[in-house]
């Protein structure tokens, strides 16, 4: 990027049902990579979206974490000043832009369907029942039978257990 003169930005679009582990996703990304993590929550301001902007840039390379974006955008944050800050006349060199969206059908196409903005979209599905039996398992360990496994992952299954009702599920 550097020799060839190309600014590096890139963006990734996690998207869900809330408790399906976008913002655990997040974190181990976090854990893993030299990156000054920055987070602008829901209910944040235009001002301080351009705070965190600036800042992240300072601290390049930097994590811009965008959570909840379909709420942050349809509540506190004029859409045409995000898509400012996140394509405007600046560089943004060196920040990888996250952003989660439970409902992303609440977003403008203009947003999460063109590269530079967000380049890669994920969905994070509910888990399957292969899924849904390693989780527990990690949990329950041998503390249960595989019986009472079997029967607890089909009815979880079945009533589209999120990865934060399974949690419950053991704390409980």
Known sequence: YLKNKISWKRGLFLYGIQGNGKTS???????????????????????????AFKYAESQSPALLYFEDLDSLLNTSVDPSVFLNLLDG????????????????????????????????????????????????????????????????????VKNKFTYAYLKDLYIS
């Open 89 to 156: 006349v600046s560089s943004k060199n060196g920040l990888f832009i996250i952003a989660t969206a439970n409902r992303p059908e609440l977003l403008a196409a203009n947003i999460t369907d063109r590269p530079s903005r967000f380049d890669k979209k994920i969905e994070i599905p509910i888990p399957d029942k292969e899924l849904t039996k390693k989780y527990l398992l990690k949990w329950f360990g041998k503390n249960i039978t595989k019986d009472v496994l079997n029967k607890v992952v089909d009815k979880c």
């Open 25 to 51: 996703i997040i974190k181990t990304i976090v854990s893993q990579y030299p990156f000054k993590a920055v987070t602008v929550s829901p209910g944040s301001q235009s001002s301080s979206v351009e705070e």
